[in-house]
């Protein structure tokens, strides 16, 4: 969270051409309410299980850029389903950055703790052994949004090549 997925994912999109969307937004319109809202009455399990929804069936399977939480790829399963989806690039970012970026968003149920710091550092150490495993990384610390969007349509297009000749 913070390191700019829905700003790059859109800026990304619009270069390649292809339709850009968001978990997030997507799992609100079907719930019918804000995340912060399924967190608060239904809890983080069954937010996990809206992830998991939208990954399996809740958008196109081709054509598209999607822009998923931090957190999707957690859960046992979710790893292998989402690689098996398409070509995954991970965005980081210093816990530093995450936590100016995200401090005066109340839009973070996961955030929402006594010290927000902690739990970013909490979350990282926790979630990076899977990022790393999962897809392509990409630094966003200290670098524009062009470059950071230029350095994942560069590893897209390069992916794409890869897996074309790995099918062909």
């Not at 950055?97 to 973070?108: G, P, V």
């Not at 710091?117 to 630094?139: F, K, N």
């Amino acid at each position: 969270m913070g390191v700019g997925k829905s700003a790059v994912g859109r800026s990304v999109s619009k270069q390649l051409g292809l339709h850009f969307i968001d978990s997030d937004a997507v799992i609100e319109e079907s719930a019918g309410k804000p995340i912060t809202q399924i967190f608060a009455e239904e809890g983080e399990p069954r937010f996990r299980e809206w992830e998991r929804w939208f990954v399996q069936q809740g958008h196109a399977s081709t054509g598209q850029v999607v822009a998923c939480g931090g957190g999707l790829i957690i859960p046992p399963g979710m790893r292998e389903l989402l690689l098996s989806k398409g070509i995954v690039i991970c965005l980081f970012a210093q816990p530093e950055t995450i936590l100016q970026r995200t401090m005066q968003s109340d839009k973070r149920p996961l955030l929402n703790v006594e010290d927000s710091a902690r739990r970013i550092r909490e979350l990282l150490d926790q979630r990076m052994p899977v990022y790393m495993q999962t897809g392509i990384g990409v630094c966003a610390e200290g670098r524009s949004l062009t470059d950071v969007v230029q350095n994942v349509v560069r590893i897209y297009r390069r992916e794409s090549r890869r897996l074309s000749r790995a099918t062909s």
